[in-house]
Nanobody
Framework: QVQLVESGGGLVQPGGSLRLSCAAS????????MGWYRQAPGEEREMVATITSGGGTNYADSVKGRFAISRDNAKNTLYLQMSSLKPEDTAAYYC??????????????WGEGTLVTVSS
């Protein structure tokens, strides 16, 4: 089994910054593509940013230049540095990973989510 646990969410004022973390644990042989998704109330879940095991990144247009995704492969940990936050960034943020397991085939996993609220 593999678990993804997010942390770092909270309340921040517009223009502020937050750093999200996602720690992957369990029967991990290799974490492949990892990413952050978000879902605002009443909205569908959307991709925020993804990163390959080699460091290739992809961002939603709405966060380009403000958010930075990174990962520590040795620690199986994913990060999202969020800057210049806007009220429209308010959402539950979810970690997602494609994991090749030591005990079976590659599977996709989601974390439970961490809430980010941008408000004055």
């Amino acid at each position: 089994q593999v678990q993804l646990v997010e942390s770092g969410g909270g309340l921040v004022q517009p223009g502020g910054s937050l750093r999200l973390s996602c720690a992957a644990s369990g029967s991990i042989f290799r974490a492949n593509v990892m990413g952050w998704y978000r879902q605002a109330p009443g909205e569908e879940r959307e991709m925020v940013a993804t990163i390959t095991s080699g460091g290739g990144t992809n961002y939603a247009d709405s966060v380009k230049g403000r958010f930075a995704i990174s990962r520590d492969n040795a620690k199986n940990t994913l990060y999202l540095q969020m800057s210049s936050l806007k009220p429209e960034d308010t959402a539950a943020y979810y970690c997602h990973a494609s994991v090749t397991r030591t005990t079976g085939p590659t599977m996709l996993y989601w974390g439970e989510g961490t809430l980010v609220t941008v408000s004055s």
